[in-house]
């Protein structure tokens, strides 16, 4: 059995929101089958934190949308793109919760609720998406999700693929060596600066939201990120160099509140997560060319040096020796298990 959520009349969490994002939040979690029967019409609320421009808004929870809202099975989904339901960790708390219904995060995120689930995200777990989608198919990843569900009460319906993260810096970065002396941006959180010190950087805990003028200003020396990312923030306009690392098989994760997903029929459920696995294919297309668009750009017109020769065996190679001495107990397990699918 899942654990209980927290009740639904809690609504502290919103305090911050605007006064619109509130009221279609309420709208949603209401829209549906108050009475707990299975089968009605229902209004399912599905968030995230990009941009309507980013390929998980355009290619992702619009197209999931798109998919469910046309057939006319009972099942309408309102997309909320851009954070309007919240910031990443309120977001999920409210799935939790089931203020939100559905919401799309990166595993890292994730694991401060379960922190198993962090695995998919570290560095240099997977070698790419196929790898991810092939562990992700299989009974290792079944019994993660079955894990993450009793944790948090939400059920996750899928994985989609983010991007290959790559540094950025004022210099070529090839093998491990050249991160010495280099203060690196990462998100502050403990996969991200596990993976640091996995990779042999000196990690500087940086709001994403201030990378750019850390990197202007030279607070930071250099970031990390996937290609889109990096041209996104113009982080192009700031550093010289992007070196092709692939150190970490970015990962996000589709997920919705167990409790809503009960009140969905057979068929209501099938078709949800039918558009949700079909779109995994089409976000992918669209992260890998949007990659290619803008790496083609950037060799073309100079604004950033694309370093291609980098020695990813040599950094994957110490990031595994860190992940086998430094984790334990059921992070290892699903480590060990995540390497072993990716042979």
Not at 101 to 118: H, I, T
Not at 166 to 179: C, S, V, Y
Not at 231 to 249: N, P, R, Y
Not at 277 to 291: G, P
Request: aromatic fraction near 8%; charge should be negative.
């Amino acid at each position: 059995m899942p654990k209980k959520t927290p009740r639904k009349t809690d609504r502290r969490m919103f305090a911050a929101l605007p006064a619109v994002a509130l009221l279609a939040a309420g709208c949603t979690a209401m829209g549906g089958n108050d009475d707990g029967g299975a089968g009605d019409a229902v209004t399912l609320s599905f968030a995230n934190s990009y941009t309507t421009e980013h390929p998980h808004t355009r290619c992702g929870i619009q197209a999931v949308a798109d998919k469910v809202n046309e057939q006319d099975n009972g099942v309408t989904i309102e997309t909320f793109p851009n954070s309007q339901l919240g910031a990443d960790t309120e977001r999920f708390t409210s799935v939790m919760a089931g203020d939100v219904d559905m919401d799309v995060q990166g595993s890292s995120a994730l694991a401060s609720s379960f922190a198993p689930v962090g695995v998919l995200d570290m560095a240099y777990a997977f070698d790419g998406p196929d790898e991810l989608f092939e562990f992700f198919d299989g009974e290792d990843a079944g019994k993660l999700k079955d894990d993450f569900a009793k944790e948090t009460g939400t059920r996750v319906l899928d994985v989609w693929y983010f991007g290959m993260r790559h540094f950025t810096a004022n210099k070529a970065i090839r093998e491990p060596g050249d991160l010495e002396g280099l203060r690196m941006r990462y998100p502050d959180s403990p996969v991200y600066l596990e993976n640091a010190k996995a990779v042999g950087a000196s990690a500087t805990a940086v709001a994403f939201e201030e990378v750019y003028l850390g990197l202007q200003q030279g607070i930071i020396d250099g970031q990390e990120n996937p290609i889109p990312t990096i041209a996104e923030k113009s982080f192009d306009e700031v550093q010289s160099h992007v070196s092709l690392s692939g150190h970490q098989t970015g990962s996000q994760l589709v997920v919705i509140n167990e409790d809503r997903w009960q009140q969905l029929s057979p068929e209501q459920q099938d078709a949800l997560a039918e558009a949700v696995h079909q779109t995994r294919a089409e976000n992918r297309r669209c992260i890998e060319d949007e990659e290619t668009r803008i790496l083609d750009e950037w060799r073309q017109n100079g604004a950033m040096t694309v370093v291609d020769d980098v020695d990813r065996e040599a950094f994957s190679r110490r990031a595994q020796e860190y992940f086998t001495r430094h984790l334990s107990g059921e992070q290892l397990t699903y480590y060990e298990a995540v390497r072993a699918s990716a042979g």
